[in-house]
């Protein structure tokens, strides 16, 4: 705002000035403080004991992925209601034999296509074949770290929310949103 003194403490060019890094630390924490200013609380925790969650997983080969998806979930989840709806695009690894592994301890439909599918059409095909209440489309790369799926669902019965990402980083360093 012209006129008014910024709070912020802006180092002379001389022998004051702070390393890069500390500078750039500095804008986003002031960035963060202004932003909570502003925030409204998220709704409270909804109970989610009578909700039921499809995780909608495309998937073409690479069974680790599977398997590291399956293990983390089963390492964090809370929820009882969680239901995977895997489609196999044109698969010919052993991913059909990790799934059966799991079919013990999670609830895995499959659907197996012969062909790769568009994203869409198979998300799409995923999305019309489960009654769940809540949907969550995962990469099949996804380690999960945490319980988020409690989480995600508290954003989504927020009305300002049309639908939240998480940020996920892999194992290789590298990260995206999913």
């Given at each position: ?26 804008e ?23 909700s ?51 079919q013990n ?7 197996d296509c ?10 799409n095909?995923?999305a ?13 790369d ?13 954003c ?23």
């Amino acid at each position: 705002m012209p006129g008014k003194a910024d709070a912020r403490a802006i180092p002379k060019a001389t022998g004051e000035s702070q390393g890069h890094g500390a500078k750039i630390a500095e804008e986003i924490n002031f960035r963060r403080a202004a932003s909570a200013r502003h925030s409204l609380p998220l709704p409270p925790m909804p109970s989610l004991e009578d909700s039921t969650i499809c995780c909608i997983v495309l998937h073409r080969s690479g069974e680790h992925h599977l398997r590291r998806l399956f293990t983390s979930f089963l390492r964090f989840n809370t929820l009882s209601r969680v239901e995977f709806k895997v489609i196999l695009h044109a698969c010919t690894d052993e991913s059909r034999e990790v799934i059966r592994s799991f079919q013990n301890r999670l609830r895995i439909n499959v659907t197996d296509c012969q062909e790769n599918q568009s994203f869409v059409y198979s998300n799409n095909r995923a999305a019309e074949a489960t009654n769940a209440e809540y949907l969550i489309f995962l990469n099949n790369d996804v380690i999960f770290q945490e319980n988020v799926v409690p989480e995600l669902l508290r954003c989504l019965q927020d009305p300002r929310s049309g639908g939240p990402l998480t940020f996920v980083s892999s194992p290789e360093n590298s990260s995206r949103e999913s």
